[in-house]
């Protein structure tokens, strides 16, 4: 597993531990086509090797994710976009859109523990993927963006149905509604992040020992552990995937989306008409 080649991740695997690395290619590890093929590829043999008990995750560089690579990613919104689409276009969108929601979901079905090492920027997808982690550090230089609806979207890949089981109810809505960027200590503050640390390597070395005594338990156990924890929330995140997964591909068009699309690559603020 370790020496395959992957082209938006490194994986490594030591005692017991894999490190996942988000490598990009896009610039702050956008997650483009290669991202979205490949995690849910490396999370199912993750979850098949009996040397790995556990498993951190992280962003190479100095940001984890900018989220989205929206240049990359741009021709799977083409069809749905274009003028006079119905029902084929709708439905090719709605199918993208669950394959996107699979590959997040791989992570958090994985039965081996997943903990997230976050550093600079973690906006929109990042945020999706390490909502399925099941423990999240920060360095003091993270800041977190739920920032869909600043580009016109309603977030659809993982965010909004397993925040719910992370952070309140209200402090998700403000998250959601204005598309805030917070910091490392308001992340810590609101129950996003388990803990803020001073850096990069020192959160990533509390990701690492954390790791290490989750390995150093029985592993069946630590899976049943994992099991019976996401057994009473399992339910209500399909049912949360599949409802805004057939939103977006009702709703997602409009003029506003084609400005925000416009506006990000014009480096411009939009003007939103609510058409």
């Known amino acids: 597993m ?6 938006a991740f490194e ?14 290619p896009g610039k702050g590890n956008a997650m483009g086509p290669d991202f979205w093929q490949e995690l849910p590829e490396i999370f199912a043999a993750l979850d098949r090797d009996d040397d790995v008990r556990a498993i951190v995750l992280a962003g190479s560089g100095a940001h984890f994710s900018y989220g989205l690579d929206l240049a990359a990613m741009g021709g799977d919104l083409a069809g749905v976009l274009a003028d006079g689409a119905k029902a084929r276009a709708r439905t090719d969108f709605h199918d993208n859109i669950r394959r996107l929601q699979a590959a997040i979901s791989s992570v958090a079905d994985c039965r081996k523990p997943v903990i997230a ?3 600079g920027w973690c906006i929109g997808g990042g945020v999706d993927l390490i909502s399925a982690a099941d423990i999240r550090y920060a360095s003091a230089d993270a800041k977190f963006s739920v920032r869909e609806v600043r580009v016109a979207m309603v977030a659809d890949v993982g965010s909004f149905a397993r925040l719910p089981a992370i952070i309140s109810d ?20 609101i129950g996003l992040v388990n803990d803020v640390l001073d850096d990069r390597d020192a959160a ?13 338990n029985p592993p069946l156990v630590v899976h049943g552990v994992k099991s019976v924890l996401d ?13 805004v997964a057939a939103w977006n591909s009702a709703f997602l068009p409009s003029e506003d989306l084609t400005e925000a699309v416009t506006a990000v690559f014009e480096k411009r603020p939009p003007q939103f008409r609510g058409a």
């Open 117 to 119: 090492a976050v550093s």
């Open 11 to 24: 994986v490594s695997i030591s005692d017991f531990i894999a490190e996942v690395t988000l490598l990009g």
């Open 2 to 7: 370790s020496d395959q080649q992957w082209k």
């Open 231 to 243: 057994h009473t929330r399992r339910a209500s995140v399909e049912d949360s995937l599949r409802y």
């Open 170 to 189: 209200g402090h998700l809505r403000e998250l959601a509604l204005t598309g805030k960027d917070i910091d490392a200590g308001r992340a810590a503050q």
């Open 204 to 216: 990533l070395a509390t990701a690492r020992e954390t790791a290490a005594q989750i390995a150093a």
